[in-house]
């Protein structure tokens, strides 16, 4: 039984399968996808396919991208949204240095008033991160470990998506309550992340496609569909030595304890 942690399975470019493809999902062994929102528009459709299909969970959130957009009037929208059942998490955020496709300064404060929000709701929440390591960090080690924050709790904050950095940094998410997720790329040739994948803990560990971009080796290029997070927990099988059942066991153990699933 797999989960995967990230989709954007509500984008335009499923509506003609997306039944299809959810059920090529399901004959890989995925119990569960989250559907992850990148502004106001598109977190409502995430809630509306929870609702649609079972196994289907929602994040909401302003993605880095989408943050010269946010309003706080679409915090307090976001924040009534998150009362529904199948909301598990605010997300996508975070930074993006590398497109740039909202100012930096405003895409700090979009980040920073949107943890706020993950707080207030007692929700994890789902990080991006590109090109701004440092930032980032700064931020959510603030964040973490502010005066009467959640800081050194047993529950855990949130994961980094797609996680990018080195075995250092790593371990300071680690340590301060983050679990760190792998996609597609860690199937392609030298990829940097089959080294996390070796050094990382089971148990601090979740999968991901980020469909319907970042497809495995054998579909690269394509559309990228849930189905294909197989691949993921097969790499890291290989890598580590053991079964895909153990990936699997372990990554979805963290998937349910992060986003609270009912599998």
């Known amino acids: ?69 946010m309003r706080d009037s679409d915090l307090e929208r976001l924040s009534e949204m998150a009362q529904h059942r199948k909301v598990v998490a605010i997300g996508e955020i975070g930074l993006d240095f590398y497109r740039n496709l909202s100012p930096r300064d405003v895409q700090v404060e979009a980040f920073k008033k949107q943890l706020v929000l993950a707080r207030g709701l007692k929700l994890p929440v789902i990080v991006h991160c590109r090109n701004a390591q440092e930032e980032v960090l700064s931020i959510l080690t603030e964040w973490a470990y502010e005066e009467g924050g959640a800081g050194g709790v047993k529950a855990p904050l949130g994961v980094l998506h797609c996680f990018s950095g080195d075995g250092e940094l790593s371990q300071r998410y680690i340590e301060m309550g983050f679990f760190l997720s792998i996609a597609g790329p860690i199937t392609y040739p030298s990829s940097h992340a089959q080294e996390i994948a070796h050094h990382v803990p089971l148990d601090k560990l979740l999968i991901e496609t980020d469909c319907p971009f970042l497809a495995p080796q054998p579909y690269r290029g394509k559309r990228n569909e849930p189905s294909n997070v197989s691949f993921v927990a097969e790499k890291i099988g290989e890598i580590r030595g053991v079964p895909i059942d153990v990936v699997a066991e372990h990554t979805t153990s963290n998937a349910v304890r992060l986003f609270g699933l009912p599998l």
């Open 1 to 69: 039984m797999l989960v995967d942690s990230h989709t954007h399975i509500d984008m335009r470019i499923y509506n003609r399968d997306r039944d299809q493809v959810l059920e090529r999902a399901r004959g890989a062994g995925v119990a569960a996808v989250v559907d992850v929102g990148c502004d106001l528009d598109s977190s409502r459709v995430a809630i509306k396919l929870a609702e649609r299909y079972s196994d289907v969970f929602a994040a909401l959130g302003f993605h880095p991208h989408s943050a010269a957009k």
